[in-house]
């Protein structure tokens, strides 16, 4: 690696990666990988988490479990301890998208993305922390969304729960900076994963989305996975309580009229 690479370089470092089975987590998986560090990965579904596991070198760990369970997030996380010997870098990716009706009362649904989206993260914060501490190093990132910074329909609850995690970073980050723990987030745009299959499928999306896109097109999960990259390692020592957004302008898109560049 070139000397001015560097500090991009994860040799060492050991990495927690929710939602890594598939999409934006399992792309940043792969690209924590190849950066150096040895990763655990999260996820429900165990033999997609084996698939992933196998594409990396540095002896990957997987740990399937629901972060919709209350007792989850602490339980990954001493599970990740222990099989790593301390964890560097947490990438809270993991979030549920469902769409609900402008003004819902289906409660199952709401509490779920909420459980998913936030409560599971804070969680996974509060587990890992003590050891950064000790450590006196960490990088925590967290996966915001467009959805936080422009309005989205029927994605209230969504929105509501990527708006939270970024006050949470602002927060957290002011918290354990002295203790040399960064915490940034990323808002990603339109990512071509699962996340947005159905949507793909409906005439005219795909053109709107490039439209909308003042890098027209749609992003891939490894546009976003390499700004976590940036996050994790030392070349953004001196960055936090950030929200970068990694969606090719799309949040800059709309003109005073509305209407896309
Ligand atoms: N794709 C986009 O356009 C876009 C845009 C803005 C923000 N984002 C954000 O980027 C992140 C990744 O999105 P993506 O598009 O890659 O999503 P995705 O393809 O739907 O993948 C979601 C991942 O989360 C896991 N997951 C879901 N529920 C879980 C639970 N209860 N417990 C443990 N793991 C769970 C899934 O695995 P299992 O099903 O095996 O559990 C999967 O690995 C999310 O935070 C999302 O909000 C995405």
């Known amino acids: 690696m070139p000397l001015y690479l560097d500090n991009f370089n994860l040799d060492g470092r050991t990495a927690l990666v929710t939602g890594a089975s598939r999409g934006i987590g399992a792309a940043t998986a792969r690209a924590l990988d190849a950066a150096g560090a040895r990763v655990a990965l999260v996820a429900r579904k165990s033999d997609e988490l084996a698939k992933v596991a196998l594409e990396l070198r540095h002896e990957p760990v997987v740990l399937a479990a629901d972060l919709q369970e209350p007792a989850a997030p602490a339980d990954v996380a001493r599970r990740a301890l222990d099989a790593l010997d301390g964890v560097d870098i947490l990438v809270n990716n993991a979030a549920v998208a469902a ?5 819902s009362t ?7 993305i909420l459980a998913v989206n936030v409560r599971a993260p804070l969680l996974l914060v509060a587990a890992l922390v ?5 450590r006196r190093r960490g990088s925590i990132i967290n996966l ?9 329909p029927k994605r209230a609850a969504y929105a509501a729960s990527k708006g939270a995690i970024d006050a949470a970073t602002r927060s957290l980050a ?23 299959a159905s949507n793909k499928k409906v005439p005219g999306v795909p053109q709107a989305i490039e439209a909308l896109t003042p890098l027209r097109r749609w992003g891939q ?8 990259v940036f996050l994790a390692s030392d070349a953004s020592r001196f960055v936090t309580g950030e929200t970068i957004s990694a969606d090719g302008g799309m949040v800059h898109a709309l003109d005073l009229y509305g209407g896309p560049v």
């Open 99 to 103: 769409r609900l009706a402008t003004v």
């Open 106 to 112: 289906d409660m199952a649904t709401i509490d779920r």
């Open 130 to 134: 003590p050891s950064m501490c000790e």
């Open 144 to 152: 915001s969304s467009g959805s936080a910074l422009i309005g989205t």
């Open 174 to 196: 002011m918290e354990l900076g002295p203790f040399g723990i960064r915490v940034n987030s990323v808002a990603p745009g339109v990512i071509d994963t699962a996340m947005w």
């Open 221 to 228: 999960p490894e546009d976003v996975a390499d700004v976590i």
